[in-house]
C-alpha cells in the first residue's frame, strides 16, 4: 500500500505541498507528474515549451491549457514544431486552447530548432546537475528558492544556445517540475516516492 493510500484509508488527506490546494488540475498534477525525473526527450521539451508559456501568468493558467498545448502543437513532435511555417505561427496564434503571445509561440519554434542542434538533448538538461536530481529538505515552502546557481547556469547557457524565455526562474521551476531538483516539502507525501525514483 503506498503512502497516500494507506493516509486516504484512515480517513484523512495526504499532506501535500501548499501550492497543490489551489485546484484539482494542481492537486492531480503535484501527486502524479511534479518533481517526477523526466528523462524521454520529448516530455522534457514539452515541459520547456509550458514553463516558458508561463512567463507573468499563474502555473494553473497554464495547466488548465495544458492539453490544448498538446494538441495545437502537435502532440510536441519536435521536428514537426521546428518545421512550423510562418502559416503555422498564425494558426497557432489563433487557437484559444493556448496562450496567445506572439513571442511565446515563436520562441516554441525558435526553441525546437534549438533542441535538435543539442547532440544528446536529455544528457544537455540533466547536465546542470550532473545527472542526479537535487535532494532538498525544506520544511516549508517558503524556503523554496525562486532560483538557484544551477539555474542561473542552465538560463545563460540555454541562451548562449539559442533558446528563449529561458530566465533563471522559468529554468528553476522546469528543474522542479522535470525532477531534477526534488522540492517536495519532508512532510508532503510524495518527497519520500520522487527521492525513490530519482535513486532508481
Known amino acids: 500500500m503506498t503512502q497516500v493510500s494507506a493516509t486516504a484509508a484512515a480517513g484523512t488527506q495526504p499532506i501535500r505541498c501548499a501550492w497543490a490546494a489551489g485546484s484539482s488540475a494542481e492537486t492531480n498534477y503535484h501527486d502524479t507528474v511534479w518533481g517526477v525525473p523526466q528523462r524521454d526527450a520529448r516530455t522534457l521539451f514539452e515541459f520547456l515549451t509550458l514553463e516558458g508559456a508561463q512567463a507573468g501568468l499563474s502555473w494553473r493558467t497554464i495547466l488548465l491549457r495544458k492539453q490544448g498545448y498538446s494538441d495545437v ?11 512550423y ?12 486552447r493556448i496562450i496567445r503571445n506572439r513571442g511565446k509561440v515563436e520562441s516554441t519554434v525558435g526553441n525546437a530548432q534549438a533542441w535538435l542542434r543539442l547532440a544528446d ?7 546542470f546537475v550532473d545527472g542526479v536530481t ?5 520544511h516549508q515552502m517558503g524556503q523554496v528558492p525562486p532560483f538557484t546557481a544551477a539555474s542561473d547556469l542552465m538560463s545563460k547557457r540555454m541562451r548562449k544556445d ?3 524565455f529561458i530566465g533563471s526562474t522559468i529554468c528553476y521551476a522546469y528543474m522542479q517540475a522535470c525532477g531534477l531538483v526534488n522540492d517536495h516539502i519532508v512532510s508532503c507525501w510524495r518527497h519520500v516516492p520522487c527521492a525513490a525514483m530519482a535513486a532508481r
Do not use: H, K, M
Open 73 to 83: 502543437f502537435d502532440q510536441f513532435d519536435i521536428e514537426r514544431i521546428a518545421a
Open 85 to 96: 511555417s510562418s502559416a503555422d505561427i498564425e494558426r497557432c496564434l489563433a487557437d484559444t
Open 121 to 127: 538533448p536529455v544528457d544537455y538538461v540533466w547536465s
Open 134 to 138: 537535487i535532494q532538498n529538505s525544506w
Open 162 to 164: 539559442g533558446f528563449r
